[in-house]
């Protein structure tokens, strides 16, 4: 199974991004799925996380500007990024809870990342 992140890049503050992660893979299904960041020096927190069912949970200071979706069909997730600010600087990971094809037990599995980089 692979995570691949996409959609990172360079905007000024109050701009907008859109974060793609496309999983692959022997997939039977995939639970919980969500978005994790890392800034320099700093430990890895959660952003934002959504169920199989569309639960949604937020990071408190992403609240009202970040929006995460996914489409199960295509077993992919996605983060909308709105009114960006300096301090969502980071490299932005993507986790998904699998069951693969054949086995009964759910593992969990990153992507390798993609940096968000958002200028004053």
């Known amino acids: 199974v692979q995570l691949v992140e996409s959609g990172g890049g360079l905007v000024q503050a109050g701009g907008s991004l859109r974060l793609s992660c496309a999983a692959s893979?022997?997939?039977?299904?995939?639970?919980?799925m969500g978005w994790y960041r890392q800034a320099p020096g700093k430990q890895r927190e959660l952003v934002a996380v959504?169920?199989?069912?569309?639960?949604?949970n937020y990071k408190d200071s992403v609240k009202g500007r970040f929006t995460i979706s996914r489409d199960n069909a295509k077993n992919t997730l996605l983060l909308q990024m709105n009114s960006l600010k300096p301090e969502d600087t980071a490299v932005y990971y993507c986790?998904?809870?699998?069951?693969?094809?054949?086995?009964?037990?759910?593992?969990?599995?990153w992507g390798q990342g993609t940096q968000v980089t958002v200028s004053s």
């Open positions: 893979g022997s997939i039977f299904s995939i639970n919980g």
């Open positions: 986790n998904a809870g699998v069951i693969t094809a054949g086995s009964p037990y759910e593992y969990v599995y």
């Open positions: 959504i169920t199989r069912s569309g639960s949604t």
